[in-house]
């Protein structure tokens, strides 16, 4: 069966503080990607980044990085320097390579995140 | 371009009611997947619609039916309302089936009384 753990319910920084969000995956399918999304209080699920599971290079955009592990099956985003804006619940999600899958996003519970000034 | 766009914004129902919930799909896109969000959790997975016909399903009752029309806009229906069908309801649309990314609506806020 396929699984996303995010074990972080809450985390709570100052600003400018580096924060990490820890995203661990299950599958035994060999191709999968992997994604993030951040969903502010209105309710929209915003894409951050997609990952394919054979490409284990980190990426980095602005202030936002990822370390994709296959050995430790992690995804993990680590937010530099952090910012009030970045207050929202992150999501981390798989979706299957096999076609028959029909495109099924699987999330994780969810980590909110809180960014104090 | 013209994003995910979801009709109504809340809806307020009873036990034993139906809705429909609407959904137009991203300019450019052919496929649209129906998520489930309850408080506090992820969401969860109920359908999607490519060219027009269903291409896979999640965990959910019959009742939970879809449809999409020609020009990908796309329709979630509710049958018999339960206390539990009180969620966040999200569409996405994408321009593949698999691996291109999703992209959301701002939801439908479906409340149960």
């Known amino acids: 069966a396929q699984k996303v753990t995010q074990a972080q319910t809450e985390i709570s920084v100052v600003e400018k503080e580096d924060v990490t969000l820890d995203c661990v995956y299950e599958t035994r399918d060999t191709t999968y990607y992997l994604f993030w999304y951040k969903q502010p209080p209105s309710g929209e699920l915003v894409f951050l980044i997609r990952?394919?599971?054979?490409?284990?290079q980190n990426e980095i955009s602005g202030r936002y990085s990822w370390n994709f592990q296959k050995s430790t099956s992690s995804f993990n985003f680590t937010i530099t320097a952090s910012q009030v804006v970045d207050s929202a619940v992150y999501f981390c999600?798989?979706?299957?390579?096999?076609?028959?899958?029909?495109?099924?996003?699987?999330f994780g519970q969810g980590t909110e995140l809180s960014v104090k000034p | 371009e013209t994003g995910v766009t979801q009709s109504p914004t809340h809806l307020i129902k009873t036990r034993g009611q139906q809705v429909t919930l609407r959904c137009s799909s991203q300019s450019g896109h052919n496929t649209v997947s129906w998520y489930q969000q309850a408080l506090g959790q992820g969401p969860q997975f109920i359908f999607q619609y490519y060219r027009e016909e269903e291409n896979g399903r999640g965990n959910f009752p019959p009742r939970f039916s879809g449809l999409q029309f020609p020009n990908y806009s796309s329709e979630l229906n509710v049958n018999a309302l339960e206390l539990d069908d009180s969620a966040l309801y999200l569409c996405?649309?994408?321009?593949?089936?698999?691996?291109?990314?999703?992209?959301f609506g701002d939801g439908t806020r479906l409340s149960i009384l």
């Open positions: 990952r394919n599971s054979f490409d284990e």
């Open positions: 996405a649309s994408s321009s593949g089936v698999q691996n291109q990314p999703q992209h």
């Open positions: 999600a798989l979706i299957l390579g096999s076609y028959n899958q029909g495109g099924k996003l699987i």
